[in-house]
């Protein structure tokens, strides 16, 4: 009965068809945003989109500290209610000598939900979720290649209790002729009635997408920091640890215009609005790097140096492979 209610609710509020409905009502509760969820690869052309339920939130496999970014927010109310009523009718009737059956029968079902509101809760990001790899959940599936993890993002709930009713009732005669003996007549009819009430606040309908569980990042000199000083490494593994990746990559645009101009000066500076700990860090890549700072002159400022080019292009290169990584 709820997998019924669940699916044709469903069918009426989503007319994209992304959302998926619960079949199970013991379940309903671990497909709610922010809830993780996995789905095993089907071995068929035709995966199946049920995703299987876990008894995990996104919250419990963060890395330590790592804070919610992210918060849950609901669609206006819509109001829903259905009754669907279905009957047949059935007559047979067979001639065989010296026997005759007539037999006839009728059914007539109906079903019903109870008027009432539903909700989408839908699941807004505001930053990068940092996922701890080390925990027992995520590395048991990790490494899979038939088992993926979702985290459920959208979601249908049901504002108040909801009625469902499901009646049946059917009733048929039959009617035997053996020749001259004689005949036999019978009939009979049944009732059935079901009813099921759905608590305040289930969910009958999500939508998911993948997690993305990023691998730890380990600066390896024989990658693209090939032709960097291993002194910039730390620095770089720095930048990852104070989030400053983004900014950082934004100085070396203005380095790489440098490089790149026909026209350059022998001093250029860099942009010194950054809080006191980014531009000593930066002064100390730039150092590694090989350009010569001016002290007698504002902070990052800088006489060029040609044999620096090849370090700065490195350098701005492994920025902007862990900015790609981090987005």
């Known amino acids: 009965m709820f997998a019924r209610a669940a699916k044709q609710l469903t069918k009426e509020l989503d007319s994209d068809r992304r959302f998926i409905p619960i079949s199970s009502l013991a379940s309903a509760d671990s497909y709610r945003p922010f809830s993780l969820v996995m789905k095993k690869q089907s071995r068929l052309p035709w995966p199946p989109r049920k995703y299987l339920a876990t008894s995990y939130k996104l919250t419990d496999v963060f890395k330590e500290g790592t804070a919610m970014d992210a918060e849950v927010k609901y669609d206006a109310p819509l109001r829903y209610s259905e009754t669907t009523d279905q009957k047949v009718g059935v007559k047979i009737s067979l001639k065989l000598q010296p026997t005759a059956v007539d037999s006839g029968g009728s059914w007539k079902s109906s079903f019903s939900v109870s ?160 809080p006191e700990e980014e531009k000593n860090i930066t002064a100390e890549m730039m150092n590694t790097c090989g350009l010569i700072p001016q002290t007698d002159t504002p902070s990052l400022t800088y006489l060029w140096n040609k044999e620096a080019q090849s370090n700065l292009t490195a350098l701005y290169a492994a920025l902007y492979a862990l900015w790609i990584l981090s987005e």
């Not at 809760?121 to 979720?129: C, E, F, R």
């Not at 059935?192 to 730890?216: F, N, R, S």
């Not at 490494?233 to 440098?258: R, S």
Request: with cysteine.
């Open 115 to 274: 008027q009432i509101t539903v909700r989408k809760a839908y699941m807004v990001k505001k930053g990068q979720w940092k996922i701890d790899t080390s925990h027992k959940f995520i590395k048991r599936f990790s490494g899979s290649h038939r088992i993926k993890l979702y985290v459920v993002t959208e979601a249908f709930e049901i504002k108040e209790p909801l009625l469902i009713e499901e009646r049946s009732q059917g009733g048929g005669k039959v009617m035997i002729t053996a020749g001259e003996i004689g005949e036999i007549q019978g009939q009979g009819e049944s009732i059935k009635k079901k009813t099921m009430e759905i608590p305040q606040g289930t969910v009958v309908a999500y939508v998911v997408q993948p997690l993305d569980i990023q691998e730890e990042i380990f600066l390896c000199s024989d990658l693209i920091f090939t032709d960097l000083d291993f002194r910039v490494l730390p620095l770089l593994v720095t930048c990852i640890e104070k989030n400053m990746v983004a900014k950082q990559l934004a100085l070396m645009d203005g380095i790489m215009e440098w490089i790149l101009s026909s026209d350059k000066e022998s001093i250029f500076s860099l942009a010194s609005s950054l």
